[in-house]
């Protein structure tokens, strides 16, 4: 929280929530700071009396987006040490289209032969060779494939997350859909695994 503060102005709901989250699982080893800290935040009655904290979403789909932004910094870092970037300027980010989305989710439920499973998809077949190639890509890893976020919970997740990336990299974080990053870019993005390309300054 501290650090999210420092970097720039939090959302008040956001922020107010993990503070009283912080508080409420500080109450069982520090009552005392917690209950002053409680009532500092404005909360009526007692916090050894309120609910335990809960999280805001299922913790799956909570522990995708946390490794979805985990992923995308280790590429971004893998990026940067492999092609011997000394200074970025700018990191460019794409989300996956909605279509490779709908694919990995056809050759999850698809039986052993993803790509004509995929390929039999009347939407997914007007994608033509990029979408077989993908199928393609999809197949070997076919038991292990695990139901993506959907395109906009990355990007959202991604958003939240650019000020991460920013103090990390000291440089400009550009998020972009699918859509709006160009086509050789955005061929390479993946459902959990956006495409990243690293302007040098």
């Given at each position: 929280?501290?650090?999210?503060?420092?970097?720039?102005?939090?959302?008040?709901?956001?922020?107010?929530?993990?503070?009283?989250?912080?508080?409420?699982?500080?109450?069982?080893?520090?009552?005392?700071?917690?209950?002053?800290?409680?009532?500092?935040?404005?909360?009526?009655?007692?916090?050894?009396?309120?609910?335990?904290?809960?999280?805001?979403?299922?913790?799956g789909e909570?522990?995708?987006?946390?490794?979805?932004?985990?992923?995308?910094?280790?590429?971004?870092?893998?990026?940067?040490?492999?092609?011997?970037?000394?200074?970025?300027?700018?990191?460019?980010?794409?989300?996956?289209?909605?279509?490779?989305?709908?694919?990995?989710?056809?050759?999850?439920?698809?039986?052993?032969?993803?790509?004509?499973?995929?390929?039999a998809d009347?939407?997914?077949?007007?994608?033509?060779?990029?979408?077989?190639?993908?199928?393609?890509?999809?197949?070997?890893?076919?038991?292990?494939?695990?139901?993506?976020?959907?395109?906009?919970?990355?990007?959202?997740?991604?958003?939240?997350?650019?000020?991460?990336l920013d103090?990390?990299?000291?440089?400009?974080?550009?998020?972009?859909?699918?859509?709006?990053?160009?086509?050789?870019?955005?061929?390479?993005?993946?459902?959990?695994?956006?495409?990243?390309?690293?302007?040098?300054?």
């Amino acid at each position: 929280l501290g650090q999210y503060r420092e970097y720039t102005t939090p959302d008040a709901e956001t922020f107010e929530r993990g503070l009283r989250t912080a508080v409420g699982l500080l109450a069982p080893v520090a009552p005392h700071v917690a209950e002053e800290s409680w009532a500092t935040l404005g909360n009526e009655g007692f916090v050894a009396e309120a609910a335990w904290p809960k999280p805001a979403e299922e913790a799956g789909e909570y522990d995708a987006e946390r490794g979805l932004v985990e992923n995308t910094r280790e590429d971004v870092r893998d990026i940067i040490d492999i092609a011997g970037i000394e200074d970025p300027e700018t990191i460019e980010v794409a989300v996956a289209p909605e279509w490779k989305h709908r694919a990995l989710r056809v050759a999850i439920e698809a039986d052993d032969d993803v790509v004509g499973t995929v390929m039999a998809d009347d939407e997914l077949r007007t994608h033509g060779e990029a979408a077989a190639d993908y199928a393609k890509d999809l197949a070997p890893e076919h038991q292990a494939l695990s139901e993506p976020l959907s395109p906009d919970r990355e990007y959202d997740a991604l958003d939240r997350a650019t000020w991460l990336l920013d103090r990390e990299f000291d440089a400009e974080i550009v998020l972009e859909r699918a859509a709006e990053a160009s086509e050789e870019l955005a061929s390479k993005a993946r459902p959990g695994r956006p495409a990243i390309e690293i302007h040098e300054g």
